[in-house]
Structures are given as structure tokens and as C-alpha cells.
Nanobody, 123 residues
């Protein structure tokens, strides 16, 4: 019932910028936390940035100062502004959210994932 729809990926030159967005849709009670993960070729999926409802943020060390996560609660949308992109940022970026639904209950939050959007940084 819940879907996370990502957009904004693409091909960009090193040093360029991209903005990813992810919107949650479907039947749900609340979204506790939203964030972005990425998985580069041959590597494990890693947390890039997260933002809970309280507004605090956390970032992977590799993206601090370059990437910025934000959230529009009214639109159930999370964004990832990626600046000064490097070739090593090339990965599939996945949206993640902790969501409670009518099926599980108001206080029962579960992980939901987007399908992923490809970010390719050329060098």
C-alpha cells in the first residue's frame, strides 16, 4: 500500500550537483524517519543521510559538507541535495522511510524502500 517514489537521479560531471527527491504515497498513519542510502557497484548499501521528524540530521562522513538532506512533512517528501559530486558518489540511491500503516498499527513503524535511482558521476 505504501510506495516511495524517487526522482532526480542522472548523469552529472564531477563537481556538479543533483537533487534527489522521494515522496511517500499510499495509506499510512505517520512517517517517523526518512533517509537516503546508496549502493555502489561491488559495495554494501550504506546510509548517506537521515532526517527524523524532530528535524535533526545525520550524514555519512564521506558526504558531510557536500550533501544536505531536507524534508517537507506536509508533502511526505524527503530531498537530498548533492553538491561537489565525485566519481565515488556513483551509486544507486535508495529512499528509506519508517512508516506506520493501518495494517500494522499507528505505533508500529516499519522500513519501506524506494526502487532506487541511479546517480552517475563522470570524471
Amino acid at each position: 500500500q505504501v510506495q516511495l517514489v524517487e526522482s532526480g537521479g542522472g548523469l552529472v560531471q564531477a563537481g556538479g550537483s543533483l537533487r534527489l527527491s522521494c515522496a511517500a504515497s499510499g495509506r499510512f498513519f505517520d512517517i517517523k524517519t526518512m533517509g537516503w542510502y546508496r549502493q555502489a557497484p561491488g559495495k554494501q548499501r550504506e546510509l548517506v543521510a537521515g532526517i527524523p521528524s524532530g528535524g535533526s540530521t545525520n550524514y555519512a562522513d564521506s558526504v558531510k559538507g557536500r550533501f544536505f538532506i531536507s524534508r517537507d512533512i506536509a508533502k511526505n517528501t524527503v530531498y537530498l541535495q548533492m553538491n561537489s559530486l565525485k566519481a565515488e558518489d556513483t551509486a544507486v540511491y535508495y529512499c528509506n522511510a519508517m512508516i506506520s500503516t493501518p495494517e500494522t498499527g499507528f505505533r508500529e513503524f516499519r522500513d519501506y524502500w524506494g526502487q532506487g535511482t541511479q546517480v552517475t558521476v563522470s570524471s
